[in-house]
């Protein structure tokens, strides 16, 4: 079978073909119709994110479940699946705690790019190649552990899927889960890429109000309006005096980070109105750090929310996001920008980095996107 390898750091993503052992004990072999083209693959290409090499990169992905591992109960052969990327034991300190992307199960062999038993399920050659937080969906058929697969009904296409698998969640979890924003609180947004767009139709669809958007391409602007910024600003010297003049002066009660850059978490901090919060949801490269005034922390009560993958419960959020998307309450149709052909994965990364599209899907052959 043909996946995208990734054998050097910088790139690019090497198409061929790679052996796939069978699942183990609690492992399912998903046939993936689609992933999604997410800027936190580009983190390990680049390197701001480490994971041991050759790697098989793609995190964003929907399939159908194709065969089982002993002791698999969570799927049946034939389910569609919405991977998700990371899977909780469901019985740890975390997973107790409802806040599963934490668990302490699961979260040191994301970073381990092996499976439970620390080991991969790929080869070339018959040497071990990486997964990528469990999964690798940049592949035609991947392992995952059964936690990592929530059946969803056949009605939904499997590209959409695979969008709430990241993007979706990500956006749409940083304002239900980790702000809690409500209906009237003002929010800005920076960065209108993939996740940017879904913390803005999770705040229209929460009623927030003003929704202020914010990114440095044109073509960005009318997107944003489309996805519920009721103002949409090019990034510049003055974006937090705009902000602050369309919130009574004050700031903005959430400011999200979008983008992952240091520069833009300090801007944002600085529109945080008294008593709000700044919701870091971007992927900062790993040795990153930003200054913030701890004394305007202190005497104004800022706050910092970190946000990752939206603190989503993925077995309640997905349906819950799916559901919204069938009442018509949030576009998902929409975000897809582009689809491409696995042997495309490298275009589809230019196209990223341009900045001019929303979402980028990768399509597998054999597999329909509606299931
Ligand atoms: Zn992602
Ligand atoms: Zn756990």
């Not at 999770?202 to 309006?225: E, F, N, Y």
């Not at 919060?277 to 005497?299: C, N, Y």
């Not at 998902?332 to 001019?356: C, F, M, T, V």
């Amino acid at each position: 079978m043909q996946a995208a390898v990734l054998h050097h750091l910088g790139g690019p993503f090497s198409v061929e073909e790679v052996d796939l052992l069978a699942p183990g004990p609690g492992e399912v072999r998903v046939r993936l119709a689609a992933a999604g083209v997410c800027h936190s693959d580009w983190h390990m290409v680049v390197g701001d994110l480490h994971r041991p090499l050759p790697v098989i990169l793609g995190h964003e992905g929907a399939g159908i479940v194709e065969a089982l591992g002993p002791g698999v109960t969570a799927v049946q052969p034939g389910d569609p699946v919405i991977l998700n990327w990371a899977p909780d034991c469901g019985h740890c300190f975390y997973c107790s705690r409802a806040q599963p992307a934490l668990c302490e199960t699961f979260a040191p062999v994301r970073r381990s790019g092996t499976m439970l038993d620390g080991t991969t399920r790929f080869r070339i050659n018959g040497e071990s190649v990486c997964q990528f937080s469990t999964l690798s969906t940049f592949a035609e058929a991947c392992i995952a552990p059964q936690q990592a697969c929530i059946p969803i009904q056949r009605d939904i296409p499997l590209d959409i899927a695979a969008l709430v698998g990241c993007a979706v969640t990500t956006g749409v979890g940083a304002v239900l889960n980790t702000a809690q924003v409500k209906s009237g609180e003002s929010i800005a947004v920076y960065g209108c890429g993939g996740v940017g767009l879904n913390i803005l139709q999770g705040a229209a669809l929460v009623g927030a109000h003003p929704i202020i958007a914010i990114d440095q391409a044109p073509a960005k602007m009318d997107i944003a309006r489309q996805f519920g910024a009721t103002h949409a600003l090019m990034a510049g010297a003055d974006t937090e005096a705009e902000i602050r003049e369309l919130t009574g002066g004050r700031g903005a009660d959430y400011v999200f980070e979008a983008i992952g850059l240091t520069a833009v978490q300090e801007a944002a901090m600085a529109a945080v109105r008294p008593g709000g919060a700044l919701v870091i949801v971007g992927v900062a490269p790993l040795d990153s750090s930003a200054r913030f005034s701890t004394f305007e922390m202190h005497v104004r009560e800022k706050r910092i929310l970190g946000c990752f993958y939206g603190s989503t419960v993925t077995r309640r959020d997905f349906p819950r996001i799916l559901d919204l998307y069938r009442a018509g309450k949030l576009k998902l149709d929409e975000l897809i920008s582009k689809r491409y052909p696995l042997e495309q994965i490298n275009e589809a990364y230019a196209d990223l980095l341009e900045g001019d599209i929303r979402r980028g899907v990768i399509l597998f052959d054999g597999v329909q996107p509606n299931g």
